[in-house]
Structure formats: structure tokens, C-alpha cells
């Protein structure tokens, strides 16, 4: 359906001069050594020959757009390979928050259709959409990264439907990493339910309780740019991204401004 609306694709994808110096200039990308700055930019360059990107609603898609998106998408994988995100094309921004039209099933089977008004959508078949101001205000440290977060959902997405259970590595558990999600999740849905309105703005976004998928994909955020909170509430679930994203961002963001 939305097909129809994209615009031209970019021409030219930023050189490596441009993504070692917008590299430079993100928060979100302080910490790392020079020579994982060189080889995230290196990947980033990677993903902006291999994807196809389209503006939307006469979005003219730069270099700089392209840097920033790639860079972003680069971090969670920077140590998975490349081929974590393999299997679809397509990236898509948009100048604005988008409208998608959603189906969905009430208990009792009633199916609704309505739309949406997103910031990013990871699409099982295919492309990942994405408003291109909401790329921009990612590049920080606050635990908000719209990127981050569709790029959780695509490596959710390797082994069917986005429900919080990605493939996991050779050695780790299934069996661990299921109960240490599930002990987190539900503990977080008991927290909102016991504040409910009084609740106090933490560093975990209640939009993390919508599902399971949601927490995985809300808590790489957070696990990225802010993990203090993270490590001290859950660090059981902080293991487990550590060895999943085979990263210890505590580690590298601790004694940062
Ligand atoms: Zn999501």
C-alpha cells in the first residue's frame, strides 16, 4: 500500500571520511576504542551500499541521513556480523511520524482495523520505516533510540514473529534467558500496576510493557545508552544482553559525562 509513496532513492552513500566524523561527533558512540569507532563506521559503510534507501512524502534521503541511520544500526551489531542483518532490503524514512493502517483481534476474536501514528515500524516482511527527525534525536545518550529499537525487532525477527526470544548464541540458554525475561517483565508490569498514575518517570519507558517483544526491544535501548538503571534493577536481563549483543556497554559508558 505505502509503496506508492516512496520517493527517489538517494544517489550516493556517505564516504568513510563522513561516517568516521559523524561517528565522532555521537553521543551515543562515545566509549568506543579508535578501533571500533573505525570498525563500526567500516559496517555502516556496509549497510549503506547494501540497503536500499527511499525517502517517503518528498523526503530527499542525503548522505548524511544515510550515515546517521547506518551508524545507529551499526552499534547493536557491531559484534553479531554483518549477516544479523541479512534477509531484507529496505529502509525507509519518512519527514515526519507516519500513519500505518493496523489490524487487530480483541479477546473474543472481534478484529479491529484503525490507524497508527508511528515513529518506526520493523516490518516482518521486509522493510524497516522509519521518521527521519526521530533518527536524528537518537544519536544521544537517554535511553531513546528509535533505531536501536527496530533494529532489536529484525534480530526478534530471525527466528519468526518479534516476541522477545531472538536466536540465541552457541552457549547460551534458552531455558536461563526465558526465565530471566519473564521474572523482568513481570516485575515491571506489577511496578506500573502498583503506581499506576503516580508512578515517577524512570529510566524504563512504560511503553516496554505493551509485550514481551516491546521489553526486548525497549531494554536494548536503554541497554545502549543508559544501562546504569538497567544493571541495577535487572542485572540478570543485563547478562543476557551483554552475551547477546556480545557487548558491556556498562562497561564502556561508565565514567562518560
Ligand atoms: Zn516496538
Avoid at 487487530?104 to 527527525?133: F, K, T, Y
Avoid at 519473564?182 to 499506576?196: P, T, V
Avoid at 516491546?214 to 544493571?231: H, I, N, R, Y
Wanted: aromatic letters at 10%; proline letters at 5%.
Amino acid at each position: 500500500m505505502f509503496f506508492g509513496f516512496f520517493g527517489r532513492r538517494s544517489a550516493a552513500g556517505p564516504s568513510r571520511a563522513q561516517l568516521l566524523e559523524q561517528a565522532a561527533r555521537m553521543p551515543l558512540l562515545a566509549g568506543l576504542s579508535a578501533d571500533e569507532s573505525v570498525r563500526l563506521a567500516a559496517l555502516a559503510g556496509v549497510f549503506a551500499r547494501k540497503k536500499v534507501f527511499s525517502g517517503a512524502a518528498g523526503l530527499t534521503v542525503t548522505p548524511a541521513m544515510v550515515a546517521s541511520v547506518t551508524l545507529q544500526m551499526a552499534l547493536p551489531v557491531m559484534n553479531l556480523g554483518k549477516e544479523a542483518l541479512d534477509g531484507w532490503q529496505e529502509i525507509v524514512l519518512y519527514p515526519s511520524a507516519f500513519v500505518v493502517r493496523d489490524h487487530w483481534m480483541e479477546p473474543g476474536g472481534v478484529v479491529h482495523e484503525g490507524d497508527s501514528v508511528l515513529i518506526g515500524q520493523a516490518r516482518l516482511d521486509g522493510p524497516v520505516i522509519l521518521s527521519w527527525p526521530d533518527v536524528k534525536r537518537s544519536s544521544g545518550r537517554d535511553g531513546w533510540n528509535v533505531v536501536i529499537h527496530e533494529i532489536a525487532h529484525k534480530l526478534d525477527m530471525l527466528n519468526g514473529d518479534a516476541n522477545g526470544f531472538p536466536p540465541l548464541h552457541k552457549g547460551m540458554s534458552r531455558e536461563q534467558w526465558s526465565h530471566d525475561w519473564a521474572a523482568a517483565y513481570a516485575d515491571f508490569q506489577q511496578q506500573l500496576e502498583r503506581e499506576g498514575e503516580m508512578a515517577e518517570e524512570g529510566w524504563l519507558d512504560p511503553y516496554a510493557a505493551e509485550s514481551p517483544a516491546e521489553f526486548f526491544a525497549v531494554l536494548s535501548e536503554a541497554f545502549f545508552e543508559c544501562p546504569q538503571g538497567l544493571a541495577e534493577d535487572y542485572p540478570a536481563v543485563y547478562r543476557q544482553l551483554v552475551a547477546f549483543y556480545r557487548q558491556d556497554t556498562l562497561a564502556r559508558l561508565s565514567g562518560l559525562e
